[in-house]
Nanobody, 124 residues
């Protein structure tokens, strides 16, 4: 049984910052490509960022490039999403996901394990 747990969400004003964390129990993340996705009310789940096992290769959606940074600390079995200059349109439930492969991907279908999500709300 793999359990991914996200934390760090909350309410922030536009222009503010949050750092999300994703930790795992039941499985090491050190062999997993990881991704962050988000889903706003009434919208489909969308890709935010992904990272390879080594952390060398990262991807980010155009909408968050230059503002969000994905990183990982394999010694802590944790993946992070640093979100700066937040905008109201970033409001969503954010999910982390783990792949069985060593790279991440933009497609949700690529991932085998998902967390329960953490709410991020950005006020204008």
């Amino acid at each position: 049984q793999v359990l991914l747990v996200e934390s760090g969400g909350g309410l922030v004003q536009a222009g503010g910052s949050l750092r999300l964390s994703c930790s795992a129990s039941g499985r090491t993340l050190n062999n997993s490509g990881m991704g962050w996705f988000r889903q706003a009310p009434g919208k489909e789940r969308e890709f935010v960022a992904a990272i390879s096992v080594s952390g060398v290769t990262t991807y980010a959606a155009d909408s968050v490039k230059g503002r969000f940074t994905i990183s990982r600390d394999n010694t802590k079995n944790t993946v992070y999403l640093q979100m700066n200059n937040l905008k109201p349109e970033d409001t969503a439930v954010y999910y982390c996901a783990a792949s069985t492969l060593r790279v991440g991907d933009r497609s949700p279908a690529f991932y085998a394990y998902w967390g329960q999500g953490t709410q991020v709300t950005v006020s204008s």
